[in-house]
């Protein structure tokens, strides 16, 4: 009785649960080449995606704060979602066809992430032209700072956008990371057509 | 800083069913099963005890929850067995059970089916899963006079039916 299998149990609640419409939520972790993935989809598509085993506080805040407490372990809606990271980490898709759900972030952050999510695979853009194209070009900061907050990365690209002076700027998951998807990006570009600069 | 934030999120009360499941669901069935005494029992138990506690969200006190499931795991068994009493005989059971010196789990596990409900689940927990009196009592909700009375009351029982 020490160790105790609980798994065919749970899917049975939690389809209970899903019928009764008290959980929305499924969360499951992906095993990537960048190390674990924690995401959680809801009905309105992808709600969230973290680097670890687990949500920061934040997420999980902004999570509950949009779907209530029913977010439950459960992989089944993040299925097309792992298969479409295992088909981009493998460098056989170039955009990801899942929706994806952005609320429970202020106005200017979805602004900036929607500008983001359509820099095209491969491409980069800097900061600047990121606060741009969002709206406001002089909040570059601001747009920074709003791109690190992204709570869907990978799905929405924040890893394309660089700093002015060409150098990588920040990256939630780390830099290593964001040099690691930036090469996966760059190896199904020409030889010669990935652009360098910054911008 | 990041050491005390981290140990307060690991204390706070969850906040989603999912933490309350992956903190507490693999002890609710040990007591479940300990509870019925059959898996097949002990599954709807432990899915009847989550979906009520989904359905009453949020835990009454901060904290408290795992008191809080333990006593919905308690009355849920209870109403169970108060529509179904015990299915099958003692006698029925020591014939499958193997032959064996003195007490077997088996014997243990019939004398505790045979309690009724609420000395059962007094005696599982305290005599069982070795929780002190204060839980016992916040389990079934009563007093810790009563929680006593009732792992005493239980335990002479266990103890005729075994002897």
């Given at each position: ?51 670890g ?22 992989p ?76 869907i ?9 660089v ?10 998951g ?26 | ?62 904290d ?87 792992v ?12």
């Amino acid at each position: 009785m020490s160790v105790v299998d609980v798994s065919d149990m749970r899917d049975r609640l939690l389809a209970r649960a899903k019928r009764e419409g008290l959980a929305t939520v499924g969360y499951a972790v992906f095993d990537s080449p960048v190390g674990p993935l924690w995401a959680a989809t809801g009905p309105k598509g992808v709600a969230g995606i973290h680097f670890g085993r687990g949500p920061s506080e934040w997420e999980l805040r902004r999570l509950v704060r949009l779907y209530g407490p029913g977010i439950v372990p459960d992989p089944k809606p993040n299925a097309a979602l792992f298969r479409e990271l295992d088909q981009y980490f493998s460098g056989r898709r170039r955009a990801f066809d899942v929706p994806f759900d952005l609320r429970g972030i202020t106005p200017f952050q979805e602004r900036v992430l929607r500008t983001t999510s359509r820099i095209a695979y491969g491409e980069l853009m800097t900061y600047a032209a990121v606060a741009r194209r969002a709206g406001n070009g002089r909040a570059s900061r601001a747009t920074g700072a709003a791109v690190g907050s992204n709570p869907i990365p990978i799905v929405v690209p924040c890893h394309r956008v660089v700093a002015s002076d060409g150098t990588l700027g920040g990256y939630g998951g780390g830099l290593d990371v964001k040099r690691y998807l930036l090469a996966i990006e760059r190896a199904q570009v020409p030889p010669g057509g990935w652009p360098k600069r910054g911008a | 800083m990041d050491a005390v934030r981290s140990s307060a999120v690991r204390e706070a009360a969850a906040r989603t069913f999912g933490e309350l499941l992956e903190r507490h669901e693999r002890e609710i069935f040990a007591y479940a099963l300990r509870l019925t005494g059959a898996r097949a029992d002990a599954e709807d138990l432990y899915q009847e005890t989550f979906l009520a506690a989904f359905r009453a969200w949020p835990p009454p006190r901060r904290d408290h929850e795992r008191a809080w499931l333990y006593r919905i795991a308690t009355n849920k068994a209870i109403d169970a067995a108060r529509r179904r009493p015990a299915l099958v005989s003692v006698e029925d059971l020591s014939l499958a059970a193997p032959e064996r010196d003195g007490v077997t789990v088996l014997d243990l596990a019939n004398a505790i089916r045979l309690l009724p409900a609420g000395q059962r689940a007094a005696f599982v927990l305290h005599a069982v899963e070795g929780r002190p009196y204060r839980e016992v009592a916040a389990v079934l909700d009563c007093t810790e006079e009563a929680a006593r009375t009732r792992v005493s009351d239980a335990t002479k029982k266990v103890r005729r039916q075994i002897e």
